[in-house]
């Protein structure tokens, strides 16, 4: 979770209370109370940031189970599917007056 705080009456976190200070007490939040166009774009910058920092630990882990998924599927002795060889029954012919649709 990554709490963001748009009020600035809300950053102190010890006057949280209830659910909301259980759930997100204990993480850092991010200051998005500020109207200057300056004081938010760095604001934003710095959620995207973090953001990032949480999302690509999750991209390198999956990526390393799919590398590993990979090398099981290459080792696994599977059957060949079975493959009919009978040959295949002659079509009659239709009559010269009939279409097929």
């Known amino acids: 979770m990554l709490p963001i705080v748009m009020e600035a009456s809300m950053t102190n976190t010890s006057e949280w209370d209830g659910s909301l200070s259980m759930t997100l007490g204990r993480h850092r939040y991010h200051k998005l109370a500020s109207d200057l166009e300056i004081e938010f774009n760095d604001a934003v910058g710095k959620i995207a940031a973090a953001i990032r920092t949480m999302i690509e630990p999750q991209k390198v882990l999956s990526n390393e189970l799919q590398g590993v998924a990979r090398q099981m599927s290459s080792r696994s002795q599977s059957p060949a599917p079975s493959v009919d060889t009978a040959p295949a029954s002659p ?11």
Do not use: A, K, N
């Open 91 to 101: 079509r009659s012919p239709l009559p010269q007056d009939q279409e097929v649709l």
